[in-house]
């Protein structure tokens, strides 16, 4: 129940197109949906996050999709750019549950956007 | 302003020894938190750390333990090293580890266990 998936492991996208990265979680006390960036040799640094509360959060070509009965979120990526060739997490976590500071992390998303 | 430092970058130790790991939080930061990170099973949460208290734990074995100091730095130890210990080793720190606060990593300690 403290698990979330995330799909695909990889993805590999032209300059320009719009990869999507799906996450789902079942434990309905998560209440907070950070989005992560990973490079080669660097720890992951935020990217985007949204609170259930908000079906959709826009931050320059980072959109986050919610959708809270289906129990899922989604990270799209538009007007892709080799420069956003990286590895993507999706993680969640819980002010409610006394969970501070653990986040629950996706398996990752490698992206790779080809010029 | 500094972001969170992670000392060593790179270690090297033999199965059966220990190791002990640090992180100093960027200024002002009370929580720390420890992730493993594998390419199997991804980014793992190892435990939390604010004000000198362990918060929350993950699910590790006692091998794995941490401590936090009074100006919020924060080691963590591993004993008995196994092979299957060799990982990214990340630490987070936040202004109070309420799950809305954002996380900022060091850029981690990378453990190989030979």
């Known amino acids: 129940q403290q698990q979330v998936k995330q799909s695909p492991q990889s993805l590999i996208v032209q300059k320009g197109g719009i990869p999507i990265i799906n996450c789902a979680y079942e434990n309905t006390a998560f209440d907070y949906f950070p989005w992560y960036q990973q490079f080669p040799g660097k720890g992951p640094a935020l990217l985007i996050a949204?609170?259930?509360?908000?079906s959709e959060k826009k931050e320059g070509r980072f959109t986050i999709s919610f959708n809270k009965s289906a129990k899922q979120f989604s990270l799209h990526i538009m007007d892709s750019q080799p420069g956003d060739s990286a590895t993507y997490f999706c993680a969640a976590s819980s002010v409610s549950y006394n969970q501070g500071g653990k986040l629950i992390f996706g398996q990752g998303t490698e992206l790779s956007v080809k010029p | 302003k500094a972001g969170v430092t992670q000392t060593p970058r790179y270690l090297i130790k033999t199965r059966g020894q220990q190791v002990t790991l640090s992180c100093s939080p960027i200024?002002?930061?009370?929580?720390v938190s420890w992730y493993q990170q594998t390419p199997g099973q991804g980014l793992q949460f190892l435990f939390e750390?604010?004000?000198?208290?362990?918060?929350n734990k993950g699910n590790f074995p006692g091998r794995f333990s941490g401590r936090q100091f009074s100006n919020s730095r924060s080691e963590m130890n591993v004993s008995t090293l196994e092979l299957g210990d060799s990982a990214l080793y990340l630490c987070?720190?936040?202004?109070?580890?309420?799950?809305?606060?954002?996380?900022?990593f060091g850029q981690g300690t990378r453990l190989t266990v030979v």
């Open positions: 987070a720190s936040s202004l109070a580890g309420r799950g809305r606060d954002e996380a900022f």
């Open positions: 949204i609170r259930p509360d908000v």
């Open positions: 750390y604010f004000s000198e208290t362990q918060r």
């Open positions: 200024s002002g930061h009370r929580s």
